[in-house]
């Protein structure tokens, strides 16, 4: 019986290319994003390239807590178990936390954090039904260190790496497994436009494979943190 992968942010770029990557590993796919054009592409995509995989998506912006508690009682009403849950979803908003608009700190808190703790409580009684249950949280490495321009999305994201710290520890016991990942600078929409070239950047399937290989460890394994950054070094 093949296992279920829920992720958020799914219809482009780091969420995308999960989904495709857990497709080809066997995976059934529950799939949220804002973009409803969007994730019908990648919903139906995912379909024609694997034919035996089951895509379930749900449309929502995360950024409004109604929303997240409608995905949470669908979700609860379209299966019965998650295997792997994967909060991918989150907005970047360059800033000085002194200069920025009023109101930006709200927005990046609530979209990259409130939401993502929201829907993990919501969604845990389905990964407790799983035999070998994971949690991912895709933060960033500006979640390790202040940078400039960082400004509230830093912030957010410090907070997101705190938040999976603590869900690990509170889970441990329960033998489900949580991961931070923290990529550098990868190559996705937020880029666009830039005269780097390609190599320059993570590509989103790295951090895809990277994911998967994290599955594939043995029950008794796990990877707290996942560090990666670009060869050449930070962009």
């Known amino acids: 019986m093949a296992k279920t992968m829920f992720i958020s942010g799914a219809s482009r770029g780091i969420g995308k290319a999960i989904a495709l990557a857990a ?7 529950l799939l949220t994003a804002k973009n409803t054009v969007l994730l019908k592409q990648t919903a139906n995509e995912i379909r024609l390239r694997f034919s035996t995989c089951k895509v379930h998506t749900f449309i929502a912006d995360l950024a409004i807590a109604g929303e997240v508690d409608k995905l949470i009682r669908e979700v609860n009403e379209t299966c019965a178990c998650i295997d792997v849950l994967v ?26 954090l409130f939401s993502i703790y929201h829907l993990t409580r919501g969604l845990l009684p389905l990964l407790r039904v799983s035999s070998a249950a994971q949690v991912f949280t895709i933060c960033s490495i500006a979640s390790l260190a202040a940078y400039d321009n960082g400004g509230s999305y830093s912030v957010s994201k410090f907070a997101l790496l705190g938040f999976t710290k603590n869900l690990r520890k509170e889970l441990a ?15 996705t929409d937020s880029w666009a436009g830039t005269d780097l070239p390609a190599d320059r950047f993570i590509q989103a ?10 599955l594939n460890l043995s029950a008794g394994a796990l990877v707290e943190e996942l560090l990666i950054q670009p060869v050449a070094g930070p962009i």
Request: with cysteine; net charge negative; aromatic share 6%.
């Open 173 to 187: 016991s329960e033998k489900i497994k949580v991961t931070a990942i923290l990529p550098g600078a990868t190559l």
């Open 205 to 214: 399937s790295d951090i895809a494979a990277l994911l998967i290989c994290c």
């Open 23 to 29: 497709a080809e590993n066997g995976y059934d796919l």
């Open 87 to 112: 909060n991918n979803a989150g907005v970047f908003q360059p800033g000085n936390l002194m200069q920025e608009p009023e109101g930006q700190f709200e927005q990046l808190m609530t979209t990259n």
